[in-house]
């Protein structure tokens, strides 16, 4: 299992594809195209989220691991993959970008929203005990979070929410992960 932080690496490179790619498209097309912003702010999410994952399979990769727990850690890249594609948003003046990523919310935050609970379930299955820290607050409030986006309907309401997500996934990279050796 040493090398899982590679494979979850190659995994997070290819699920990293489609908001990199938007982010690109968006900026070469800027002349015809004028990017929501609050497609631009979960793309921006998306590509904090994958690198934490990566760099939680490099801690967890130092840690002994049997089959049920990597296959279980396995699904979270797997579900940040659903999620890359699910909001994978069209670069095309005649789309509302906004639009289609309403039409894809519910198994949005639906996905996004299973993601803690597997990490949970991960740690549950190796018997590790779950200590009341900010690991654990992080991931109960990126559920509530994803919860949250289940029920928010308007556009300003959704940005709010997209900002509020991107900062609380990036002060979860930077304070849970800080001392991981890259």
Do not use: C, K, N
Not at 86 to 109: G, I
Not at 121 to 131: F, H, N, Q, T
């Amino acid at each position: 299992m040493d090398y899982l932080w590679f494979f979850v690496g190659v995994l997070t490179g290819v699920a990293l594809d489609s908001p990199i790619r938007y982010l690109a498209t968006s900026l070469r097309e800027r002349r015809t195209v004028t990017p929501d912003p609050t497609v631009v702010v979960w793309q921006l999410f998306l590509t904090v989220l994958l690198i934490e994952f990566w760099v939680a399979s490099i801690s967890v990769s130092q840690s002994d691991m049997d089959l049920p727990q990597f296959l279980l850690f396995l699904l979270l890249p797997f579900g940040a993959m659903v999620l890359s594609t699910l909001s994978s948003p069209t670069v095309d003046p005649e789309v509302d970008q906004f639009d289609e990523f309403e039409a894809q919310r519910a198994v949005f935050f639906g996905v996004l929203a299973l993601l803690p609970v597997v990490s949970l379930l991960r740690e549950v299955v190796a018997g590790e005990s779950i200590p009341m820290d900010a690991d654990l607050a992080y991931r109960l409030l990126v559920l509530g979070g994803a919860l949250l986006g289940l029920v928010l309907r308007s556009r300003r309401a959704t940005l709010v929410h997209a900002i509020a997500m991107l900062a609380l996934m990036g002060a979860y990279l930077f304070d849970v992960y800080a001392t991981v050796p890259a």
